[in-house]
């Protein structure tokens, strides 16, 4: 419920990690809004995400510090290692990252970051979640939006001073509201996996519960990191090749994961086995994406959904919605200038972010002479240099 006094409420579609910071930005900068989502019951996919300090910085400042490190996870570094030996390529300390930028690199499973953001948005008054909310369209009416809004059968309109479109890779309102062009298939799957530490306890891989690992190998690539306190293991197989059914996410038969790791060495092969079950995700990106128009914006995937090889989209989302609720808060200016002001702000950065993960896509899948040249590379680079190539990244401060 809102108070008397608040100004009208920002409707945002979509209850994810976009939707919900941008609504808790909003409320600490003293903003209503309606958070509209889909899905009745709000569960994240049983996985990981890494925070990288620009984005945990924020959830810090919104005072989530505590929540979050409960069941989040410092590893002591990311190794990037050679698949082929397991030996490190550059091996980057994540408390000198920590140090370097002032807050935390995380990592955490998504079902906890989630619970961490809905406890604090359930308790803000000034936030109206409403689950079970299909937003089908919206007009932009000059001095307000309407938002069609299915609530079950049932179908409503809900008038707020601007519609913050955080409704993802699919996003309603990129394509239907602002004419928007649909997500692009990138011809690459990410294979997902959870594992209780235990099932790996036996495996002779160096340091695999501690640490961030980035295995490089042939036309593939590996992360694997510890979340949930340390009792989990978060395993991520990125391959390269067309995926007919073009599915978002679905669940993948070990086999074609087998044939796909086939000569990658044998301690990863077993530890590719251990999993009972995988999802694999088709990966889409947007580019190009109308960031805001009159009262309506994009924010997260709906605006630049990317390949996750920066581990970024989330981070990204996290970004940009303190951006937009920085500007939605000042109340100087006309409501479409604000949307412009927070457009012209993120559309540069979200797009060098989203072209650093493609180039990481072709540089981590690189094979034979190219390969070689690659790790030959990273080790002259080591860590300093390494870490100063991510400031602008995870430095990354909102003013
Ligand atoms: C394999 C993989 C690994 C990744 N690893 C990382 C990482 O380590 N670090 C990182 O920062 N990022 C990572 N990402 C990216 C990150 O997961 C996404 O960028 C992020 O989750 C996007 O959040 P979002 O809120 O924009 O969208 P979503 O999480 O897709 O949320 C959109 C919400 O909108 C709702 N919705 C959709 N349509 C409607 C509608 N019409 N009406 C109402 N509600 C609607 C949906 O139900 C959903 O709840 C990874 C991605 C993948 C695929």
């Given at each position: 419920m809102s108070a008397s006094s608040d100004p009208p409420p920002v409707v945002i579609a979509g209850a994810g990690i976009a939707g919900l910071t941008a609504a808790l930005a909003l409320a600490r900068a003293g903003r209503p809004s309606i958070v509209l989502e889909r899905a009745v019951h709000l569960e994240e996919i049983g996985a990981g995400i890494q925070l990288s300090p620009n984005a945990s910085r924020i959830l810090v400042e919104l005072g989530l510090r505590d929540a979050l490190a409960a069941t989040a996870v410092e590893p002591a570094a990311i190794r990037i290692r050679?698949?082929?030996?397991?030996?490190?390529?550059v091996r980057l300390p994540l408390a000198e990252v920590a140090a370097r930028h002032g807050a935390p690199y995380w990592v955490i499973h998504r079902g906890d970051l989630q619970a961490a953001l809905l406890d604090a948005v359930r308790a803000e008054p000034r936030i109206d979640l409403r689950l079970g909310a299909y937003i089908e369209g919206a007009v932009d009416a000059g001095d307000r939006v309407e938002v069609d809004v299915f609530f079950g059968e049932r179908r409503g309109m809900v008038r707020g001073a601007a519609l913050v479109?955080?409704?993802?890779?699919?996003?309603k309102t990129r394509?239907?509201?602002?004419g928007g062009e649909p997500a692009r298939y990138s011809g690459r799957t990410a294979w997902r996996a959870v594992l209780p530490v235990e099932a790996v306890e036996?495996?002779?891989?160096?340091?695999l519960t501690g640490a961030t690992s980035l295995w490089l190998g042939r036309r593939a690539h590996l992360v694997t990191y510890p979340i949930r306190g340390g009792r989990l293991l978060n395993i991520i197989a990125a391959v390269d090749g067309d995926?007919?059914?073009?599915?978002?996410d679905t669940v993948g038969d070990p086999s074609d994961l087998k044939a796909a790791f086939a000569d990658w060495p044998g301690v990863i092969r077993d530890l590719l086995a251990k999993p009972q079950s995988w999802r694999k995700w088709a990966l889409f990106a947007v580019a190009?994406?109308?960031?805001?128009?009159g009262r309506v914006a994009l924010i997260g995937d709906a605006a630049h959904a990317m390949l996750p090889f920066v581990a970024q989209g989330g981070a990204m989302a996290v970004e940009d919605a303190a951006v937009i609720a920085r500007h939605l808060a000042?109340?100087?200016?006309?409501v479409p200038d604000r949307l412009a002001a927070y457009a012209s702000e993120r559309r540069g950065r979200t797009a060098k972010v989203a072209g650093a993960a493609a180039t990481n896509a072709r540089v981590y899948h690189l094979d034979g002479l190219a390969a070689g040249a690659r790790n030959a590379a990273m080790r002259l680079m080591g860590p300093s240099r390494m870490l100063a190539r991510m400031d602008w990244i995870w430095g990354w401060r909102d003013r």
């Open positions: 050679d698949a082929r030996t397991g030996a490190d390529l479109g955080a409704d993802g890779v699919w996003s394509v239907a509201v602002l036996g495996l002779r891989i160096e340091d995926w007919v059914e073009q599915r978002w190009g994406a109308p960031f805001a128009r000042d109340p100087s200016r006309p």
